[in-house]
């Protein structure tokens, strides 16, 4: 029987195979958190939909990266990946 190791993210226990993966989506994880607060701090939002936000704008920071940086059109070409289990 091999054994495999594993690694499982503190913030929302999902097991990653390879530690790079889960040390990448618990920084994705907490930039997520960070948003959330800052937009909570600056527009009257829902717990909800300030965590809903906060995910999608952690997890698509490449893309707004490269709008911010003078290709807003970027944001209009990008379609809406399939939400993970």
Do not use: Y
């Not at 936000?53 to 940086?69: D, V």
Request: aromatic share 4%; net charge negative; glycine share 6%.
């Amino acid at each position: 029987m091999a054994v495999i190791p594993m690694w499982q993210c503190d913030r929302d226990g999902s097991m990653f195979a390879d530690k790079k993966a889960a040390e990448e989506h618990d920084r994705m994880l907490e930039l997520a958190e960070c948003l959330t607060g800052f937009l909570q701090n600056h527009l009257t939002l829902e717990d909800d939909a300030a965590e809903g936000i906060g995910l999608l704008l952690a997890r698509n920071k490449e893309l707004l990266a490269k709008a911010l940086k003078g290709k807003p059109d970027v944001l209009l070409e990008s379609q809406p990946e399939a939400e993970e289990a």
